[in-house]
């Protein structure tokens, strides 16, 4: 697994992506801090802020994902990818421009084309495994991009966590991002020439007619609904999770900037190594094991997650007193537990997405399913906006989310998608 990281096929992508990652995190999680910490001094408003740019920065997949997958399935890979790399660029410009002018309107602005921008990279970084990657090859790939992705998500958030902890917001965020921008761009150039899936590929610029036109073909190619099912309820999951985590540890642990940065960090090492355990536990194990294992785990480990959480409180402690409170240990292990088991689901359901799609349309499939996922993101974000209405703190929140996964798999079950979990014919 880890020679694909040495070689040209595979290596400047994964790191490409990485980049990429790690920028969007350090702009979006220092925003989040800079909202909780600086803007807001009470829960309902900090969390209204959280989820309102949550929701700005995952607009952009719903909108744009049909034409971005189109230009994929027509243009070659490499040369889309660099495009959209040094698109990014002048993204992180405008977002330093908003942290200096310390904007919440331009801010806002800014993690909507952060989100623009990654909606157009989307469709390659998975439709490109299949053409740099022998079949068998497929989940040590993906394990590696998940582990990229979530690794930089941790990065992004802990470099955020202390500039924010040094005052180092925004004056050293600005130059961090560019220069991220630009590395980025610079290692996409040694991308290989990969070419189109489907040249003749026409791109319908009209937003609405290209997007009909996407979720059409999707409701058609029946033999993938039930991994783009699977991987849009991980990234609600997800989206959830990382989104409520900054003001649950504030409200309800007492942690300041730095033990939200310690709590994020659990989550990404689990994620990153639930992905490549299940690299490896694939070569033994039915995939469909693993990823019915995921599932139960990730319902487990968040209802002892919510129901470990302490009341709310409004003192925030120093870290060296945070990591002192009783039942920290159990809240960190339930965290680590949650995280690794969506590792070990979502790589199987990317596997079976880039295994069943058809190869001329493979990044249309994979955009449809990023519109999904974008919906279902929406309505994490909804859900974390609606919590307060219900009368719920952050805490039952995490019960109601372990609730609503074992009603997920009932359902799988119930209306006969038992192939989102049997992907073992992967392997045969």
């Not at 908003?98 to 806002?108: N, Y």
């Not at 209802?303 to 409180?313: D, R, W």
């Not at 537990?337 to 990317?350: C, T």
Request: aromatic share 12%.
């Amino acid at each position: 697994m880890w020679k694909l990281l040495c070689s040209r096929r595979f290596g400047p992508f994964f790191w490409v992506q990485a980049l990429g990652a790690l920028n969007d995190n350090l702009f979006k999680n220092g925003l989040a801090l800079y909202f909780i910490y600086r803007l807001s001094q009470d829960v309902e408003t900090s969390r209204w802020w959280v989820n309102l740019a949550a929701g700005l920065f995952i607009l952009p997949f719903f909108l744009f994902s049909a034409i971005a997958g189109e230009l994929a399935d027509r243009l070659d890979k490499g040369r889309l990818i660099r495009w959209v790399k040094f698109n990014e660029i002048l993204v992180m410009g405008f977002a330093a421009l908003a942290f200096w002018q310390a904007s919440p309107v331009l801010l806002l602005s800014g993690v909507f084309l952060m989100g623009l921008q990654s909606a157009f990279f989307g469709p390659v970084k998975y439709s490109l495994l299949p053409d740099c990657l022998q079949a068998e090859e497929l989940p040590a790939g993906n394990a590696l991009v998940e582990t990229g992705t979530f690794l930089a998500i941790l990065l992004g958030t802990l470099g955020a966590s202390l500039l924010a902890a040094m005052d180092g917001l925004p004056g050293v965020l600005m130059g961090l991002v560019l220069a991220v921008a630009l590395a980025g761009w610079l290692v996409s150039l040694a991308i290989p020439a990969i070419p189109a899936a489907n040249p003749t590929m026409m791109v319908d610029f009209h937003l609405c007619r290209a997007l009909h036109t996407l979720m059409r073909e999707l409701w058609h190619s029946r033999a993938i609904h039930q991994p783009v099912l699977g991987i849009s309820f991980f990234w609600f999951y997800g989206a959830f999770v990382l989104t409520q985590l900054p003001a649950w540890n504030r409200w309800h642990l007492g942690g300041d900037e730095s033990s939200t940065g310690l709590l994020l960090l659990v989550f990404a090492v689990g994620i990153a190594t639930g992905a490549l355990l299940c690299a490896r536990l694939s070569q033994k194990f039915p995939l469909r094991t693993l990823a019915l294992t995921g599932l139960l785990g990730l319902s487990l480990f968040t209802l002892g997650l919510g129901l470990a959480s302490p009341p709310l409180q409004t003192g925030i402690l120093p870290v060296t007193t945070w990591l002192q409170q009783p039942g920290l240990t159990h809240i960190g292990l339930a965290l680590l537990g949650l995280s690794l088991s969506g590792g070990l689901f979502v790589v199987p359901m990317y596997t079976l997405l880039q295994q069943r799609a058809d190869h001329a349309r493979l990044s249309r499939m994979v955009a449809a399913n990023n519109v999904l996922n974008a919906l279902f993101m929406v309505l994490a974000a909804g859900l974390g906006m609606a919590l307060p209405a219900a009368g719920l703190d952050l805490a039952q929140g995490f019960v109601a989310l372990g609730g609503l996964t074992f009603g997920f798999i009932a359902m799988l079950y119930h209306h006969n998608y038992r192939d989102v979990l049997n992907i073992n014919k992967y392997n045969s």
